[in-house]
């Protein structure tokens, strides 16, 4: 199994982007999956996460009503859509996935993934 992490970029304040993470080797529709990121002199932290069956979300209170995490099974994919995107944004960012679990779960901790992305740098600047 792998992740593809892609999408990253500079982007002024108050835009918008769209990350991707597609896998491969498995299919996605038994994954929880997740967005964490890591900024400059920062530990990872978590981000969004969704369930395998793409119910239920979870989201970390700084990206609240601004970021929508999502998956299409088809494509194999997960996505982060960030809007109104502030320089403490900025960070390097990272998806993971996790299979196994009940349908309905999201899983917010680092310890709890088993698969991760290489990691896709956003840049908020003016």
């Known amino acids: 199994v792998q992740l593809q992490a892609s999408g990253g970029g500079v982007v002024r304040p108050g835009g918008s982007l769209r990350l991707s993470c597609t896998l491969s080797?498995?299919?996605?529709?038994?994954?929880?999956a997740g967005w964490f990121r890591q900024a400059p002199g920062k530990e990872r932290e978590f981000v969004a996460a969704i369930s395998p069956n793409g119910v239920n979300f979870d989201y970390a209170d700084p990206i609240k009503g601004r970021f929508t995490i999502s998956k299409d099974n088809a494509k194999n994919t997960i996505y982060l859509q960030m809007g109104s995107l502030k320089p403490e944004d900025t960070a390097v960012y990272y998806c993971?996935?996790?299979?196994?679990?009940?349908?309905?779960?999201?899983?917010?901790?680092?310890?709890?993934?088993?698969?991760w992305g290489q990691g896709t740098l956003v840049t908020v600047s003016s």
């Open positions: 080797g498995r299919s996605l529709r038994t994954f929880a």
């Open positions: 993971a996935a996790r299979s196994g679990t009940r349908s309905i779960v999201t899983l917010t901790s680092i310890s709890e993934y088993d698969y």
